[in-house]
Structure formats: C-alpha cells, structure tokens
C-alpha cells in the first residue's frame, strides 16, 4: 500500500505542480500587461516591475492552486484508466476505499498549501502590493509625467518635459509653478532628475536653466546651474491608507475595536469565511474524482466520459462559490452560511457513498 501512495502521489502532484506553473505564468502575464505601460512610457524600474508583478502570485494561486490540483489528478487518473492500471488493481483484491486513499493524502497535502497561502501569505503579499503601489501614485510624482505633454502636477505645477532618460532623468523641462497667484514662476532646464527628500516626497533637481519671475510691472530672469523643485502632490506625510479586507489577517478581518460601515463588515466577514472555505476546495475537488474517476471501467468504455462528468461539476461548484462570495460580500449574509453546504456535502456524502462500497 505504500509503494501504491508513493505512485500515485509523485505522478499526480508532479502533473498538479506542473499544470499549476503553466496555469500561473499565462495568468501573471496577462496581469502583467497592466503594469508595462508604467517601464514603457513613465520609466518605472525593470526591479519595481517584478516586485509588483511578483506580489501577485499568491492572490493568483488562491485560484489556481485547486484547478491544477485537480487537473494534474484528473490526467493520472485518466492515463490509469487508458493503460488499464486502475482494473489491474481491482483484479488484484484492491477495494475503492483503498485507491481512494493515495488520492485523499495528495488532496490533504494541497490543502495544508493552501491555508499556508490564504493564512500567510495571501495578507503579506496583498500589503505589500498595496503599500508601494499607494507609495508610487503619491511620492513616485515623475510617473505621471507624460513626455511631450502638458502635465498637471497637483494644485498650480505644470510640467512639460521633451523625453525621458532612463528612470529618474528628464531632459528639456519646462515647470510653470503658479501656487503663489501673485507671482507665478517659470523654470527651464536642460536637464532634470527626480530624488527624494528627507521624508519621502519627490523633489525635481533642474540642472542648467533659467528662472523666469513675473510680478506687477516687472519681469525677471535668473540663469542657475541647478536648483531644487518641489513637485509634490501633497504636502507633509504620506496620507495613511486604510488596510482592505484582503490584506488582513483572520484576526484583523473580526474589525475589533473599528469603526466600520456596514458593507465594510460584510465585505470583511466574507474574506474571513472566503480565506477558511477556499483551501478545502482540493479535498473537494479529490471527493468528486474518487465517485467518478475510481472505479471498474468496461474494456471499451472511453475514459473521457468520467472526466468530462467530473470536470463539469468540478468548475460548476468553484465557479458557483466565486459568486455566493461575491453576493455574500455585496450585503447577503445568508450566503455565508450557505456557501459551506457545498464542500460539506460533497465530502459527507463521498464518506457515506465510499462506505457502502465493497
């Protein structure tokens, strides 16, 4: 029996790992594409890129994790089937309750992956996201400015500037600082760099330029080698972000001692049920296999029948989950309940089903 669950386990955790990178990279790609127009046209760093894109993986295995599972199981299964393995077993006095097994010890061992990413993870990673991205729209200000256009930079700066060098170097700049209305400045440069100051905002450095002060009657020029610019959207620290459902642990989803909206609670005790339901999806997803997948099969009997039967129900429930969740966090509290009947009754009822089987 031993050498049966070591068989079983290296072949369909190998198919699972693989089916779970392949399904990982398409989807980090396509969600990848939201962030190269930041490196292509406002100079974000290749590094930044990676570390935003990176900070994803875990929210996408939260969904991906179950399908390969199942899909990895689902294909040793099916070559077991084809090459008559699974018949061959049964010939040999093996009962369903014990080729069922190897598959519940493989769905028990994803699920423990699982709460570690929806546990642990899964917050750190979303904090993570949210912090430099809330850090790049507020103190990454040369972002947002496109080259060859007028850029509006909070109240009273605009920016022009002809092209980008690099991350931080701008060449070409034309600053029109009017928050002081009695006195409007404007600064040219031939050059620019965007660093930051002592408490994090984004100070413009303009290098071999001109100062240019209009006042009542009167019209200065200044010519300068270089001079400090602050373009900052905002003035004093950066503004404090409250933490979404998503990044908090299970005991920050409870809101203890906050004052919290009503849809806030709802959307809050949705992600705590959510990060406690969704890890047992892969033991979910091993009970269907075990009711439709293993069994004897008739020599001429096409094993794609099972699996597209399974495949069917298998999508149908994760797809009917995504929903419930959706409608739980929108204001049903009953669906919050509910939801936890669906892998509650698979489970019971595959415990009930495998026990009348010989």
Known sequence: MRRLNSY????????????ATVLLVIVWLTQSLRFLDMIVNKGLSIMVFFQLTGLLVPMLLQVILPLAFFIGTALTLKRWHDDNELNSLFAHGYSRKQLVQPLMIASMLVVALSYFINLWAL?????EFKELQHKIRHQ???????PGTFNQLGNGVMVYMRERDGYNRLRQLLVHDSR???QPVTWMARHGEVVASDNGQPML???QGIRQDVAPNRVSMLEFERHTLDITQRYGPLPERTAEADERTLYQLRGLGEKL????RMEFKAEFHKRL???????????????FMIRPQPPRMSSMR???MCSVIVFGLQALLMALNNMAAQGMPVVLQAQWFIPAAVIIFTWLYMGEQR
């Open 140 to 146: 990454e200000a040369h972002l947002l400015v496109q």
């Open 8 to 19: 079983f386990l290296k072949e369909s955790l190998y198919l699972s790992g693989l089916t």
């Open 261 to 264: 909206s009503p849809q806030q």
């Open 205 to 207: 450095v303009l290098e």
């Open 123 to 127: 917050p750190i990673s979303k904090t």
């Open 277 to 291: 339901l969704w890890p047992l999806l892969p033991l979910m997803f091993g009970c269907l296999m075990a009711i």
């Open 306 to 308: 099972p699996v597209l």
């Open 180 to 182: 002081d209305p009695a």
